[in-house]
């Protein structure tokens, strides 16, 4: 039996075994057992059935503002993380949830106790192991229709095409600046947009460089006289900003993998100071 046929035969199981609604919905165990019949992924069994007109139920409130031909997309999208920490872990958590169907997260660090104030990851069952497997970990609890491959390195001048061979977009979630900028340059000859985020005290910053674009250089100066730490390494991270900027992260991602580049923060920096209850945008250009 050809592919279009067991497609053809996966798409009338699925209608079977749909709920009533608008969409019409498919629960967990349908959808496993469809994986396994047809001998397809998870992630390939949602996708058929949002091609069906059908919504897996984890996704019937996220329908409305992405569509069934949205989700499918961003079910069929790479994104590459690079840092599982504060910002990696909050980001991570929401693209899992928003059915982005595969993640490279790399980091070579584990994790200790000082990350329990601020990095969703950090629990008391994952001290001491390796942030990347606890996020693969977490991500099968949370969609295990999302394939997270997870890289226990420092991504490098030397490895960075390996690791992020693939990806449609890549996520600055480091917590340092020349490993920040080494990224944007790969980015950039990679062709493959990048979505940088940091935190330090109260304050966030987001914005988003595609090639081409005013980038990185613009924050920290040129590459060779950047500073080797960010600004968090005196001014701490207290827990509620790196949800907030991983938020704002996570929404620029789907943006660009739904096509929707209208609105992105290309060229602006975005700001926002927790402490004072202010936002703002400066222009990069």
Not at 70 to 97: K, N, P, Y
Not at 127 to 133: E, F, Q, S, T, V
Not at 151 to 161: A, I, K, P, S
């Amino acid at each position: 039996m050809g592919d279009r046929e067991k497609k053809s035969d996966l798409a009338v199981f699925l209608a079977g075994r749909a709920a009533p609604g608008d969409p019409p919905r498919l629960g967990e165990a349908d959808l496993e057992e469809a994986a396994v019949r047809y001998g397809r992924t998870l992630g390939d069994v949602h996708v058929a059935a949002l091609e069906a007109g059908l919504t897996p139920a984890r996704y019937v409130r996220s329908i409305p503002s992405f569509g069934l031909a949205g989700q499918a997309r961003l079910l069929e999208s790479r994104v590459g993380v690079v840092g599982s920490g504060g910002l990696g872990g909050f980001l991570i958590e929401i693209l899992a949830r928003a059915g982005v169907g595969r993640l490279v997260v790399a980091d070579k660090d584990t994790f200790e106790p000082t990350n329990f104030n601020r990095q969703i990851l950090c629990t008391s069952l994952t001290l001491g192991r390796a942030k990347a497997r606890a996020a693969a970990e977490r991500v099968r609890l949370i969609n295990p229709a999302v394939d997270l491959e997870p890289v226990v390195e420092r991504v490098t001048e030397d490895n960075v095409d390996r690791i992020l061979a693939g990806v449609q977009v890549v996520a600055d979630a480091l917590d340092n600046v020349p490993d920040r900028l080494m990224i944007e340059v790969w980015a950039k000859r990679a062709g493959v947009p990048l979505v940088f985020g940091a935190v330090a005290g109260f304050m966030g910053q987001v914005t988003t460089v595609f090639p081409g674009d005013p980038g990185l250089e613009r924050i920290f100066g040129p590459r060779d006289k950047a500073a080797d730490k960010g600004t968090e390494v005196d001014f701490g991270v207290p827990p509620m900003t790196p949800p907030l900027v991983a938020a704002r992260q996570a929404g620029e991602i789907i943006n660009i993998l739904l096509g929707r580049t209208e609105q992105l923060l290309r060229g602006r920096l975005w700001v926002v100071d927790m402490m004072a209850g202010r936002d703002l945008e400066v222009d990069l250009g």
